[in-house]
């Protein structure tokens, strides 16, 4: 799954402190900025429908009573107007009741992945 994925979610996990994770999995460059942010926007909005319908209970009914997380893994550092963008989004999925966090993150030659500071 990908980002340009908007209807489906990439990843569900649990994370060590047991907060149920909703990965997005983002491989697009920031040359068109805007057509990203707009992708973007709508898998957010997919993945905040799937919470707050409840279908998350159903596909993964281990999230009954955790905190939800919604993570990016970016695979190119975004721009300024992508981290705008970010920040903004972050505002309001925290004004809903969850969290989100973002990483950018390098593949290397042999398929490992290491995140850029």
């Given amino acids: 799954m990908t980002v ?3 209807d489906v979610v990439d990843i569900i996990s649990t994370d060590k402190l ?3 994770v909703l990965t997005i999995s983002d491989h697009l460059n920031w040359s068109d900025s805007l057509r990203h942010q ?10 905040l429908g799937f ?3 409840g279908e998350i209970l159903e596909s993964y009914p281990r999230a009954v009573g955790r905190q939800i997380v919604f993570k990016v893994a ?6 300024k107007a ?7 989004a972050k505002s309001v999925i ?10 950018v993150f390098h593949e290397h030659s ?8």
């Avoid at 707009?38 to 993945?47: D, H, R, S, V």
């Avoid at 970016?74 to 721009?79: G, L, N, V």
């Avoid at 925290?94 to 990483?103: P, R, V």
């Fill in 4 to 6: 340009e994925q908007t």
């Fill in 18 to 20: 047991g907060r149920v």
């Fill in 38 to 47: 707009t992708i973007l926007q709508a898998k957010f909005n997919a993945y």
């Fill in 51 to 53: 919470v707050e319908s």
């Fill in 74 to 79: 970016f695979k190119f550092k975004p721009d």
């Fill in 82 to 88: 992508g981290m705008e963008f970010l920040s903004n």
């Fill in 94 to 103: 925290e004004s809903a009741g969850f969290s989100m966090h973002h990483k």
């Fill in 110 to 117: 042999d398929g490992t992945l290491e995140e850029v500071p």
